[in-house]
């Protein structure tokens, strides 16, 4: 829907006119490369998409926040003096945990309405929630400040913590900072190579010069609440905790280098737990060749490290999956294929590729075609720009 029609329905549902309407976009995002590294203090390698999560808001004169959703009937009114009551809503959650956290920093927000229109595909693995995080935070900042007479611009990092904090804990799910980030900080044509420890970063262009990003949906919707990520990330610490025994200056598995990890190895009996952090500290090494090899404009090398990151995404952390690894197998059998790999947190979702683009439509042929005879349903496929993080659309 384009902005003037989402103001008309806006109007439809909360009555009055489309003169005093904000605009408010935020994306989700793909991640290149470096899967499960960030809530272990590795590297990620992420860009935003131009499928956002958009919201057109007006303020209110009390302390109520109205919700609606343009694919959704259900409408949702809660107060900003009771937002704990809300937790176990199964849509408006994420917004309103995004509304308490922001109070809880201290943040003077205000009562609004706000119609979301999301077209970041829900479940997929592309950080739909990230995005309804962002643009729910740059949103109620925005308005809030301006009811008070705030004048300063609006942290976009400070957005993204948020977000995740909101994410962790008003609705339970114990995600790193990656998808907020990418959401909050993406520019157009390039991606962002992130320290997760830290925060520090470095935007990167993407030179894709004749080559295309292909996201695969295996249409095999997953939840990150109800799947192995809690898991994942318990062995994770678990593994950590025994090479700490050791290496006692390390907070992180982001902190330790595969070489360091070979020599210690044999610490960690648990074979389950060792695969997992075997994964995360090739992946971290893998990030800081692909970010070389894109300086290089390697594309080449790019996509072969993709490839590798699949297998231990595969074989090692076990997140992948039948349908996953259908797309990934049939799409390299693409001519002109440069990589491809599972992208999110696994179990479904969306993989990603990089191919030429004058190989686009065959792969989404062939691919789509060998998927729906192994799978039994259809796949999805979206041709992908690169675009901007959060912000008002004036």
Same mark, same amino acid.
């Given at each position: 829907?384009?902005?003037?029609?989402?103001?008309?329905?806006?109007? +439809?549902?909360?009555?009055?006119?489309?003169?005093?309407?904000?605009?408010?976009?935020?994306?989700?995002?793909?991640?290149?490369?470096?899967?499960?590294?960030?809530?272990?203090?590795?590297?990620?390698?992420?860009?935003?998409?131009?499928?956002?999560?958009?919201?057109?808001?007006?303020?209110?004169?009390?302390?109520?926040?109205?919700?609606?959703?343009?694919? %959704?009937?259900?409408?949702?009114?809660?107060?900003?003096?009771?937002?704990?009551?809300?937790?176990?809503?199964?849509?408006?959650?994420?917004?309103?945990?995004?509304?308490?956290?922001?109070?809880?920093?201290?943040?003077?927000?205000?009562?609004?309405?706000?119609?979301?229109?999301?077209?970041?595909?829900?479940?997929?693995?592309?950080?739909?929630?990230?995005?309804?995080?962002?643009?729910?935070? %740059?949103?109620?900042?925005?308005?809030?400040? +301006?009811?008070?007479?705030?004048?300063?611009?609006?942290?976009?990092?400070?957005?993204?913590?948020?977000?995740?904090?909101?994410?962790?804990?008003?609705?339970?799910?114990?995600?790193?900072?990656?998808?907020?980030?990418?959401?909050?900080?993406?520019?157009?044509?390039?991606?962002?190579?992130?320290?997760?420890?830290? %925060?520090?970063?470095?935007?990167?262009?993407?030179?894709?010069?004749?080559?295309?990003?292909?996201?695969?949906?295996?249409?095999?919707?997953?939840?990150?609440?109800?799947?192995?990520?809690?898991?994942?990330?318990?062995?994770?610490?678990?593994?950590?905790?025994?090479?700490?025994?050791?290496?006692?200056?390390?907070?992180?598995?982001?902190?330790?280098?595969?070489?360091?990890?070979?020599?210690?190895?044999?610490?960690?009996?648990?074979?389950?737990?060792?695969?997992?952090?075997?994964?995360?500290?090739?992946?971290?090494?893998?990030?800081?060749?692909?970010?070389?090899?894109?300086?290089?404009?390697?594309?080449?090398?790019?996509?072969?490290?993709?490839?590798?990151?699949?297998?231990?995404?595969?074989?090692?952390? +076990?997140?992948?999956?039948?349908?996953?690894?259908?797309?990934?197998?049939?799409?390299?059998?693409?001519?002109?294929?440069?990589?491809?790999?599972?992208?999110?947190?696994?179990?479904?979702?969306?993989?990603?590729?990089?191919?030429?683009?004058?190989?686009?439509?065959?792969?989404?042929?062939?691919?789509?075609?060998?998927?729906?005879?192994?799978?039994?349903?259809?796949?999805?496929?979206?041709?992908?720009?690169?675009?901007?993080?959060?912000?008002?659309?004036?």
């Amino acid at each position: 829907m384009e902005i003037k029609a989402l103001k008309k329905k806006f109007v +439809e549902i909360y009555g009055g006119t489309e003169a005093d309407l904000r605009v408010f976009a935020s994306p989700g995002r793909v991640n290149l490369i470096g899967e499960h590294t960030d809530y272990n203090g590795g590297f990620v390698f992420p860009a935003a998409l131009t499928m956002t999560s958009t919201v057109i808001a007006r303020p209110r004169k009390d302390r109520q926040i109205g919700l609606a959703a343009t694919d %959704l009937d259900c409408r949702i009114k809660a107060s900003l003096d009771e937002l704990e009551k809300y937790k176990s809503l199964k849509w408006g959650n994420y917004q309103l945990g995004v509304a308490d956290e922001l109070q809880k920093a201290g943040y003077p927000i205000v009562g609004c309405d706000m119609l979301f229109h999301d077209t970041v595909p829900l479940g997929s693995g592309l950080s739909s929630s990230a995005a309804i995080e962002v643009v729910t935070a %740059l949103t109620l900042v925005t308005l809030g400040n +301006e009811a008070k007479g705030l004048t300063q611009e609006v942290n976009m990092i400070d957005m993204a913590l948020i977000g995740q904090r909101a994410e962790n804990r008003y609705v339970g799910v114990n995600c790193g900072i990656m998808d907020q980030f990418a959401s909050a900080m993406g520019k157009k044509n390039h991606a962002i190579f992130l320290d997760c420890k830290d %925060l520090s970063y470095q935007l990167i262009p993407l030179n894709l010069n004749g080559y295309k990003i292909v996201i695969m949906n295996t249409n095999k919707k997953r939840s990150l609440a109800d799947s192995k990520y809690n898991e994942r990330r318990e062995e994770c610490e678990k593994g950590l905790g025994i090479l700490k025994k050791v290496l006692p200056d390390v907070s992180w598995l982001g902190e330790i280098s595969y070489a360091a990890f070979k020599q210690h190895e044999h610490l960690i009996e648990d074979e389950v737990v060792k695969k997992r952090v075997e994964h995360v500290i090739s992946e971290d090494d893998r990030v800081l060749r692909s970010v070389e090899a894109l300086k290089n404009d390697d594309i080449h090398a790019f996509g072969r490290l993709m490839i590798a990151s699949h297998h231990s995404l595969r074989d090692l952390y +076990e997140v992948s999956g039948k349908e996953l690894d259908t797309l990934v197998e049939e799409a390299l059998k693409i001519d002109g294929i440069v990589g491809a790999r599972m992208t999110g947190a696994g179990f479904g979702g969306c993989a990603v590729s990089i191919v030429k683009a004058e190989a686009v439509e065959a792969l989404i042929a062939q691919v789509g075609q060998n998927y729906l005879k192994r799978i039994g349903y259809e796949a999805s496929f979206y041709v992908s720009e690169i675009g901007d993080g959060g912000k008002e659309i004036k």
